[in-house]
């Protein structure tokens, strides 16, 4: 079973800065990528940033030059570093990953998990 904390969120005034946290758990092999998404209240989840293997990241157009995703491959953990934070950033932040790990009976198998969720609240 594969498991996703995330930790981090909070409130903070606008242009304040928060850091994300979502660590994997289980009997993982190795993860693909890894990512951040939000719901905000009345509105579909939407992507805002995702990491690949190798490293390479991509944003939302909305959080480009404020938002930073990372991993640590050690930890198996992602981290979203926000900076220049607006009111309509706004949302429950979930991390989601995907990769494999040991099911049942030791067999190798897919995963696409996500976290908990975790509330950001912007004030003016």
């Known amino acids: 079973q594969v498991q996703l904390v995330e930790s981090g969120g909070g409130l903070v005034q606008a242009g304040g800065s928060l850091i994300l946290s979502c660590a994997v758990s289980?009997?993982?092999?190795?993860?693909?990528?890894m990512g951040w998404y939000r719901q905000a209240p009345g509105k579909q989840r939407e992507l805002v940033a995702v990491?690949?293997?190798?490293?390479?990241?991509n944003y939302a157009e909305s959080v480009k030059g404020r938002f930073t995703i990372s991993r640590d491959y050690a930890k198996n953990t992602v981290y979203l570093q926000m900076n220049s934070l607006k009111r309509e950033d706004t949302a429950v932040y979930y991390c989601?990953?995907?990769?494999?790990?040991?099911?049942?009976?030791?067999?190798?198998?897919?995963?696409?998990?996500w976290g908990q969720g975790t509330q950001v609240t912007v004030s003016s």
């Open positions: 289980g009997s993982i092999f190795s993860i693909n990528g």
């Open positions: 989601n990953a995907d990769g494999y790990y040991r099911g049942r009976y030791g067999a190798t198998e897919n995963f696409s998990s």
């Open positions: 990491i690949t293997s190798g490293g390479s990241p």
